[in-house]
């Protein structure tokens, strides 16, 4: 059942060992607070995160999901991280009127 197991990545298997990750704690960059949310996809972990800012006086969390997998969470929390920074210093401010990367 192809559905189920897409729907299983997007919100975590609970029957397999507790589902999704907790995002990591926020780190500082550039003005900007960095969270790492890798998604467990069959034993896989794949790059995601949050990207919080300020702009125009709103709060904005913004989740960006890339291909990227890993074999353990610690590699893809650390890989997450880089890509935030990454995601920043490309887009700057801009990237937070958007609503997903």
Do not use: C, W
């Not at 907790?22 to 998604?39: H, L, N, Q, R, T």
């Not at 125009?56 to 935030?84: C, M, N, P, T």
């Not at 990454?86 to 887009?91: G, K, L, S, V």
């Amino acid at each position: 059942m192809a559905l189920g197991k897409f729907l299983k990545s997007l919100f975590g298997d609970a029957s397999a060992g507790g589902g999704q990750p907790s995002p990591s704690e926020a780190i500082d960059y550039e003005g900007f607070a960095v969270e790492a949310a890798p998604i467990n996809e069959d034993g896989k972990y794949r790059t995601a995160g949050f990207i919080s800012g300020e702009i125009d006086g709103e709060s904005r969390r913004i989740r960006f999901i890339r291909a990227d997998q890993h074999a353990d969470l610690d590699s893809a929390v650390k890989h997450s991280i880089i890509k935030a920074r990454q995601i920043i210093d490309e887009q700057g401010k801009s990237l937070l009127n958007k609503t997903q990367l």
